[in-house]
Nanobody, 117 residues
């Protein structure tokens, strides 16, 4: 079991880029076969998968968000990062990072991001 912690600004203006970082402890993000993901939950809606980065750095994204989403990593800090560009108020949500032996094995507590001017 690993521990994950999201961090980043809680308020982003429309048209800007949302950037969140997930810090992993209790395990390495480069452990072979491990996966690391971002998921969000808009108010009143269900969980939405956004994308994943593998232990080797390969990425995959939800088709609905692919054009605006980028996931990267900093192996020296054991962190992975989400960037979502051109945000609108519809991107307001509780954002989670998750991962480990599968993309939903362990979860962070989540961080609220509001898109508003």
């Amino acid at each position: 079991q690993v521990q994950l912690q999201e961090s980043g600004p809680g308020l982003v203006k429309p048209s800007q880029t949302l950037s969140l970082t997930c810090t992993v402890s209790g395990g390495s993000i480069t452990t072979n076969g491990y996966w690391w993901s971002w998921i969000r939950q808009p108010p009143g809606k269900g969980l939405q998968y956004m994308g994943v980065i593998s232990s080797s750095g390969a990425t995959a994204y939800s088709s609905s968000l692919k054009s605006r989403t980028s996931i990267s990593r900093d192996t020296s800090k054991n962190q992975f990062t989400l960037q979502l560009s051109s945000v609108t108020p519809e991107d307001t949500a509780l954002y989670y990072c998750a991962g480990g032996r599968d993309i939903y094995a362990d979860w962070g507590q989540g961080t609220q991001v509001t898109v508003s001017s």
